[in-house]
C-alpha cells in the first residue's frame, strides 16, 4: 500500500529522515508542518508538493504564505493549522514528529479520524498514554510507533497471538555521553557535551533526555501505554553499542531481539511499511564488523532522571504528565545555559514533590498537571 501521509515537525531530525523514507519508498506527501523554519519548509513544499503547510508560529507561517504564493500548496498556522494536518482526509498516515507535549491533541485528532498515527512523539504516550490508547480503540485508528527501541519491540511481538505469553518487555539504552561517570563530575556538565551522543544523531532536546537517561524513563512509560503492560514487566539494560534496539522474552523464556545499524530510517520505515516489509532506505548490519555486544544494569545513583521516571511510571495518573512538563521546562532553561546539567534532575523532583494527583485523569486534568509541573520546574530555587 502506497501510503499518504501527513507529517508533522517535518524540519526536525525525525523530521527529515522521514521524508527521505518517503521518498525512497515512493510514498505521497497530503500535509507539512513544523514551528518556525521557513525557509526549510519551503524547499520540502516544493520538492513534495502537499496540499497544506503549517506553521505553528504565526510570523513564520505569514513568511512561508509569500514564499510559496506562486504553488497551489495552502498555508495555515497554530494549533488550528497543526490539528487540520492530523485530520486531513486525504492522509491515511499521520507520522507525529514534534517534540513535546504539542504533539498531544493532533495525535488525538488523527485517531479520532482513524487514521494510522506513525508515532515519534513518545511525550504524547507519557501524559496521555491511556487517552491515547483508548482513542485509537474506540475509532478504529492505530498508533505505530516509531521509536527505536518501541518499533524493536513492535517487531518482536509480530506473531505474538496472546500477550499472556509475554514475561517481560527489556529496553536497550545507549547510556548517553555520560556514561561510567559519577552524578558530582556531570553536575556542571555542559550544553556542548551534554549534546554529543555517541551512537545516534537527534534533536537538541532528546539528546539531552538521553545524557540524563529520562529518555530511557519516558520510554519505559511508553512502553508501558503501548503495550498494555504493567511495570513490573518492563526492564532497562545498558548496551552502549546500540545495535540490539530492544528485547522481548516470553513465558518459554525465549528471548527475541530486533538488531539493526543505529539509524532511525528503519523504524520510520517500519512504522510506515507495516505489516510489509520493503527495500530499505537505512543501510544494512555487517555482524562481522559490529564491536562486541555488552549489556549492565543502568547506574540509577549517578542518572537520578532514571528513577524519577520510573516512581512517576509506577504512580501513575497525572505524575508521568508532571514528570513530562517539569522535565520538558528543565531541559528548556538547560538548553538556554541557565541552569547546570545536573539541576535538571533536581528541579523534576521538586515539581513531581508537588503534584496534586490525580489517579483516573481527563484531558483537563493531564493538561493542568503538564502546566503545574512546568510552573513548578521553573519556580525552583536551589538551597544552599
Ligand atoms: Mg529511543
Redesign the pocket.
Known amino acids: 500500500m502506497k501510503r499518504r501521509i501527513s507529517l508533522l515537525g517535518s524540519t526536525g531530525s525525525i523530521g527529515r529522515q522521514s521524508l527521505e523514507v518517503i521518498a525512497a519508498c515512493d510514498m505521497t506527501v497530503a500535509a507539512l508542518a513544523a514551528n518556525r523554519d521557513a525557509a526549510r519548509l519551503e524547499e520540502q513544499c516544493r520538492r513534495f508538493a502537499p496540499s497544506l503547510a503549517v506553521m505553528m508560529d504565526p510570523a513564520a507561517a505569514k513568511d512561508l504564505s509569500l514564499r510559496l504564493s506562486d504553488t497551489s500548496v495552502r498555508v495555515a498556522s497554530g494549533m488550528e493549522g497543526l490539528l487540520e494536518a492530523a485530520s486531513l482526509e486525504e492522509a491515511d498516515t499521520v507520522l507525529t514528529a514534534v517534540v513535546g507535549m504539542v504533539g498531544l491533541r493532533p495525535t488525538l485528532a488523527a485517531l479520532q479520524a482513524g487514521k494510522r498515527v506513525a508515532l515519534a512523539n513518545k511525550e504524547t504516550l507519557v501524559c496521555a498514554g491511556e487517552l491515547v490508547m483508548d482513542m485509537a480503540d474506540r475509532c478504529g485508528g492505530e498508533v505505530v510507533p516509531v521509536?527505536?527501541?518501541h518499533s524493536a519491540l513492535f517487531q518482536c511481538l509480530q506473531g505474538c497471538r496472546n500477550r499472556s505469553e509475554v514475561k517481560r518487555l527489556i529496553l536497550t539504552a545507549s547510556g548517553g555521553p555520560f556514561w561510567g561517570r559519577d552524578r558530582e563530575s556531570i553536575y556542571h556538565a555542559s550544553r556542548e557535551q551534554a549534546l554529543n551522543h555517541p551512537n545516534w544523531s537527534m534533536g537538541a532536546k532528546i539528546t539531552v533526555d538521553s545524557a540524563t537517561l529520562m529518555?530511557k524513563g519516558l520510554?519505559f512509560i511508553e512502553a508501558m501505554r503501548l503495550y498494555r503492560m504493567p511495570a513490573e514487566k518492563i526492564s532497562i539494560v545498558i548496551h552502549r553499542e546500540s545495535i540490539v534496539h530492544s528485547l522481548v522474552e516470553y513465558c518459554d523464556n525465549a528471548v527475541l531481539a530486533q538488531l539493526g545499524a543505529p539509524d532511525m530510517r528503519l523504524p520510520i520505515q517500519y512504522a510506515l511499511t507495516w505489516p510489509e516489509r520493503t527495500q530499505a532506505a537505512a543501510g544494512p548490519l555487517d555482524l562481522l564488523s559490529c564491536p562486541p555486544l555488552t549489556f549492565r544494569e543502568p547506574d540509577y545513583e549517578s542518572f537520578p532522571c532514571l528513577s524519577l521516571a520510573l516512581a512517576a511510571a509506577r504512580k501513575g495518573g497525572t505524575a508521568t504528565a508532571a514528570l513530562n512538563g517539569a522535565n520538558e521546562a528543565a531541559v528548556g532553561l538547560f538548553l538556554e545555559g541557565r541552569i547546570p546539567f545536573g539541576q535538571i534532575a533536581e528541579r523534576v523532583a521538586w515539581a513531581l514533590n508537588r503534584e496534586e494527583h490525580v489517579s483516573n485523569p481527563n484531558l483537563e486534568q493531564i493538561l493542568a498537571a503538564d502546566a503545574a509541573a512546568r510552573a513548578a520546574a521553573l519556580e525552583y530555587t536551589p538551597c544552599n
Open positions: 521509536d527505536s527501541e529518555n520510554e
